[in-house]
């Protein structure tokens, strides 16, 4: 997955604090957990507010890519097509 150029120009495009993939052989299930970071955001020290902006267009596009990129990948694990 690491030699995935799609998943790598998108990771260039939208900053991800994290991306982990799990199985559990027990349930024999995954789990996909990613953190995007979409740019910035806003403190506000008096009142103590904090505002996070809402992702433009193409930030959601990356992310719902990512999201199939990584389907495709574990469907393709899952099959035995990749380890």
Not at 20 to 45: A, H, K, M, R
């Amino acid at each position: 997955m690491n030699n995935n150029n799609e998943i790598i120009d998108i990771c260039h495009i939208i900053d991800f604090e994290k991306i982990e993939i799990y199985y559990n052989q027990e349930n024999q299930n995954w789990l996909v957990d990613f953190s995007p970071n979409y740019g910035d955001y806003i403190t506000v020290l008096i009142p103590p507010i904090f505002y996070a902006r809402k992702p433009n267009q193409e930030e959601v596009k990356g992310t719902v890519q990512l999201i199939n990129l990584l389907g495709q990948y574990i469907h393709r694990v899952q099959k035995g097509v990749i380890s």
